[in-house]
């Protein structure tokens, strides 16, 4: 089993799905504490400038984006399943959950008697850097407001808590699935974000659900320094396999930038060494992290070749 370093930071709802997953399996793994805003030069260092949160590292190779990082962990941790064959749909309710519903939370949880409960004891100046390091990471994204995003929430925790009434464990039904932890790690920042949680209340069966999923717990967790974390990939010799499939449109050994669609649209350049349908891989050179394999889903993100 390699060892699993996830870079995260506490209030971050991405990280804790990853958290729980850890849990699921019952993993241990390293953690190494990042800064909630830019500038992180240690994580860039690791990305080549990709900045959200989480990311992992397994010694010289770098995952962005939790639902790569969660096939990973799967695919070296494989029971029990995040995938289980009772629930084909699982990955799209996740990819649902992890972009309609979370962009749906966080103006909920965002409107001032959560941002009073997620930020108290913060001082003013450090949540004025919070609002100026987030403006520019959503531009040019259209935000539900404090009432779209209510109502909508309202309308999908009906349909989530209707989905439970039939006495099921998970939402998939009886095996617990990334659709679980998707949904999970959204409900967790309502949680977070005090009387704005309340719009739970009428959802008994969903509260409930919610409460089984936190309760998986997140492993054993060992503190590392970033500066060890970049240590390790430093020393690394190699990196987990990967190739160029042909017909995608890309050769291997070109330039390219690869640029998330969504938002914090940061892109990482560096020389192909990995594409399928699911994953595109790319190397770089760093100071201080050495040679690095940075993945990402192919899903989400755009692959362009650099002009030279
Ligand atoms: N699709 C990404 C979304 C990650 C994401 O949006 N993370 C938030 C925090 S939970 C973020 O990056 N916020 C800005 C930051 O941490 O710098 C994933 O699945 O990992």
């Known amino acids: 089993m390699p060892n699993f370093i996830l870079h995260h930071y506490d209030g971050s709802p991405f990280s804790e799905k990853l958290r729980l997953i850890f849990g699921f399996k019952g993993m241990s793994w390293s953690s190494v504490k990042i800064p909630v805003i830019l500038p992180k030069p240690d994580v ?4 080549g400038g990709y900045r959200k949160t989480p990311i992992v590292q397994v010694g010289a190779d770098v995952y962005c984006d939790t639902a790569l990082i969660a096939r990973l962990i799967d695919c070296h941790q494989p029971t029990p ?6 629930a084909p749909l699982a990955p799209i309710v996740a990819q649902w959950a992890d972009s309609t519903l979370f962009w749906t939370v966080i103006p909920c949880a965002m409107q001032p008697a ?9 001082p003013p100046e450090v949540l004025r850097a919070f609002a100026a390091d987030r403006a520019p990471f959503t531009a040019g994204m259209k935000r539900q407001t ?11 925790l009906t349909a989530l808590d209707a989905q439970l009434a039939d006495g099921r464990h998970w939402l998939m039904g009886a095996d617990l699935s990334i659709a679980d932890f998707s949904v999970a790690h959204c409900a967790w920042y309502v949680r977070r974000a005090g009387p704005v949680a309340d719009i739970f209340k009428p959802h008994g069966h969903f509260s409930a659900w919610l409460d089984r999923v936190l309760a998986l717990g997140h492993g054993t967790p060992q503190k590392m320094r970033s500066e060890e974390a970049l240590a390790v990939a430093a020393a690394s010799t190699s ?9 995608l449109g890309f050769e291997a050994g070109q330039a390219v930038t690869v640029t998330p669609t969504d938002y914090g649209q940061d892109p990482v350049a560096g020389t192909l060494v990995g594409l399928c349908n699911d994953e ?3 190397r770089r050179q760093d100071d201080r992290a050495g040679t690095v394999h940075v993945h990402f889903p192919r899903a989400g993100f755009q692959i362009k070749r650099e002009q030279t």
């Open 44 to 47: 860039v260092a690791l990305t």
């Open 81 to 86: 399943s995040l995938y289980p064959a009772s």
């Open 114 to 122: 959560g941002v009073a409960h997620i930020f108290q004891g913060v």
């Open 146 to 156: 404090a009432a779209d995003a209510t109502a909508n929430l309202g309308a999908y």
């Open 239 to 247: 990196h987990a396999s990967c190739s160029v499939a042909t017909g």
């Open 280 to 282: 595109v891989v790319l």
